[in-house]
């Protein structure tokens, strides 16, 4: 167990609709990441917050938003979807402010199924 | 910009035979250099990291890997593989100088244990 909740553990929606995925990181952790697997593309960086900004951003398509709360938890929305968008959704936390070296910690994932 | 490259998406090894798991990278700059493993239905997990300091890295569960600059590479072995180690595993990268940590993952690397 890394410490990293995300709920919910898997998600079936509709094309066109919004989700909402959650996700607690390690007590203690500041930075918190996103990141999407998805079997042709791979693993790939979405997005990082520390301590509430946003620290760096990566393929993150417009239809879909972040951000952390005081209490340091994050949110990743997802709009308007679209059945490429079906993926295992992963968050990360890290103690610091995401220098290089830091490792991140990951969550479970949750399982996004659009149908 | 930074890339990584696992050569084979599947390796199949004997109980008791050596793992050898090949990444190579490729970036300005050397970077900061991670393993992960996943196992079915679970997040990443750090097996080790190189962030500069001895080229010879161990691991957990027996894992080393070895930062070799003039070949670009970050393989990943284990003397004896055991049942338990089947799962994918992933090289990933992160950039030297930078603010954050974000990390750029290859394609990941299915390991198969036989008996």
């Known amino acids: 167990d890394s410490g990293v909740t995300q709920t919910p553990k898997h998600l079936i929606t509709a094309t066109g609709q919004r989700v909402t995925l959650r996700c607690s990181p390690r007590?203690?952790?500041?930075?918190v990441y996103w990141y999407q697997q998805s079997l042709d593309q791979g693993l790939q960086f979405l997005i990082q917050?520390?301590?509430?900004?946003?620290?760096a951003k990566g393929n993150i398509l417009e239809r879909f938003s972040a951000q952390q709360f005081p209490d340091l938890h994050s949110e990743l929305n997802l709009s308007s979807l679209e059945l490429g968008d079906s993926a295992l959704y992963f968050c990360a936390s890290s103690s610091a402010g995401g220098r290089g070296t830091d490792t991140q910690y990951f969550g479970p994932g949750t399982r996004l199924t659009v149908l | 910009a930074q890339s990584v490259t696992q050569l084979g998406s599947h390796v199949s090894v004997s109980e008791g035979a050596l793992v050898l798991l090949r990444c190579n990278y490729s970036s300005s700059v050397p970077p900061y250099l991670f393993w992960y493993v996943q196992y079915p239905n679970q997040g990443l997990q750090l097996l080790l990291k190189?962030?500069?300091?001895?080229?010879l890295v161990k691991g957990i569960n027996g894992f080393e890997a070895e930062f070799k600059k003039s070949e670009t590479s970050f393989h990943l072995t284990k003397p004896s593989a055991h049942m338990s180690d089947a799962a994918e595993y992933f090289c990933a990268v992160s950039q030297r100088g930078t603010s954050y940590g974000k990390l750029t993952f290859g394609q990941g690397t299915i390991l198969t244990v036989h008996p």
């Open positions: 007590s203690g952790d500041l930075s």
């Open positions: 190189y962030t500069s300091a001895a080229t």
């Open positions: 917050y520390y301590n509430g900004e946003e620290r």
